[in-house]
């Protein structure tokens, strides 16, 4: 969910930063799948590309190796994951929608990375609950990105705090819906955005308050929260 202006509601700021720093640096087999999805009906479902570029840039910080993918959509974020970590890398990618997967995957082959993403096609929480019910998996992951249904942005965080490492990142897409969590008058706020508003408000104020997570709210993208697991 990030328009054109992206949350900086400036077209020409968010073009500059576009053109001068992300575009010009983005790899190709992510600008033909971002490129591919422009038609879908749900485009602007795509991690927005700047917001790209500081997960990669984080996944390289901590040389992460596995991590998990809740919202994979038609995978902008996903094939950025699998370009940023080693050959030997492992993501575990969650989406219920597989068809949209598949209209990245030609992308993800021919960048050679498929063998490093593992898709799950179903709801992500019974999925993140089976992997906690695995031996060996706790605390495992270096790194989890969460762009999916915000209602359960909470349980994530839960289940995610148990599979990622201390010292590993969690980042959540959309912590600032389209500016909207900051508009007091509800009516101002167009009524298909308002459910997820409110919910991202919750989420907001629960994260600022976990002592278990050293945070910074960035506003790159449609808003992100990038968590440390310190406890
Ligand atoms: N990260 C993606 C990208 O870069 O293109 C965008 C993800 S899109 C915003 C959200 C995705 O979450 C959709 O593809 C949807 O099918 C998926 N989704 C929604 N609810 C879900 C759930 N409970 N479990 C798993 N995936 C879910
Ligand atoms: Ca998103």
Not at 39 to 52: E, L, N, Y
């Amino acid at each position: 969910m990030s328009g054109i202006n992206g949350i900086l509601m400036n077209t020409e700021l968010y073009k500059y930063i576009l053109e001068t720093s992300v575009f010009p640096r983005e790899a190709e087999p992510l600008r033909e799948l971002r490129n591919a999805t422009a038609d879908h009906p749900r485009s602007a479902m795509t991690t927005a590309p700047d917001g790209g570029q500081l997960m990669a840039l984080l996944l390289k910080l901590i040389n992460a190796k596995r991590t998990i993918e809740i919202g994979v959509f038609t995978g902008y974020s996903l094939l950025l994951t699998a370009l940023s970590l080693p050959d030997d890398g492992k993501i575990t990618a969650i989406d219920m929608d597989r068809q949209a997967y598949e209209i990245g995957l030609p992308m993800i082959r021919k960048a050679g990375v498929e063998h490093k993403i593992e898709f799950v096609e179903s709801p992500a929480l019974p999925v993140l609950q089976k992997l906690l019910e695995e031996p060996g998996n706790e605390g495992c992951f270096d790194f989890a990105y969460v762009d999916a249904d915000k209602v359960n942005y909470i349980s994530y965080h839960e289940s995610l705090l148990k599979l990622v490492r201390v010292g590993g990142v969690i980042v959540y897409d959309n912590t600032l819906w389209g500016g909207t969590v900051a508009v007091d008058d509800e009516s101002l706020v167009a009524e298909d955005f308002r459910a997820i508003r409110l919910q991202t408000i919750e989420f907001n104020k629960f994260i600022a308050a976990d002592a278990r997570v050293q945070i910074a709210h960035v506003s790159a993208g449609d808003g992100v929260i990038i968590c440390l697991r310190i406890a």
